[in-house]
Nanobody
């Protein structure tokens, strides 16, 4: 059974930092592209950051220079370090795993991030 377990969400003040983690089980982690998506109320889910199985990263323009995605294949875990958070970063953040050949895609249950004073 595949599981993507996110953790680390919460409430933070503008300008603060949060670190999200996503622990994967039931997949051969090193064969998967990993990504963080987010969905704010009334908006479509959007890609925040992605990292390929080889460690190549990409980011949404809105988070470049503030967020950093990384992965630890030994721990089957992907991370998202979020700095200089803004109220517009408020959303449910979802972990995504996509097989490098595109044949399987999995989602986590989501974790709430709220940026507010």
């Amino acid at each position: 059974q595949v599981q993507l377990a996110e953790s680390g969400g919460g409430l933070v003040q503008p300008g603060g930092s949060l670190s999200l983690s996503c622990a994967a089980s039931g997949i051969i982690f090193r064969l998967y592209h990993m990504g963080w998506y987010r969905q704010a109320p009334g908006k479509q889910r959007e890609l925040v950051a992605g990292i390929t199985e080889r460690g190549r990263t990409n980011y949404a323009d809105s988070v470049k220079g503030r967020f950093t995605i990384s992965r630890d294949n030994a721990k089957n875990t992907v991370y998202l370090q979020m700095n200089s958070l803004k109220p517009e970063d408020t959303a449910v953040y979802y972990c995504n795993a996509e097989h490098m050949r595109g044949i399987y895609t999995y989602w986590g249950q989501g974790t709430q991030v709220t940026v507010s004073s």
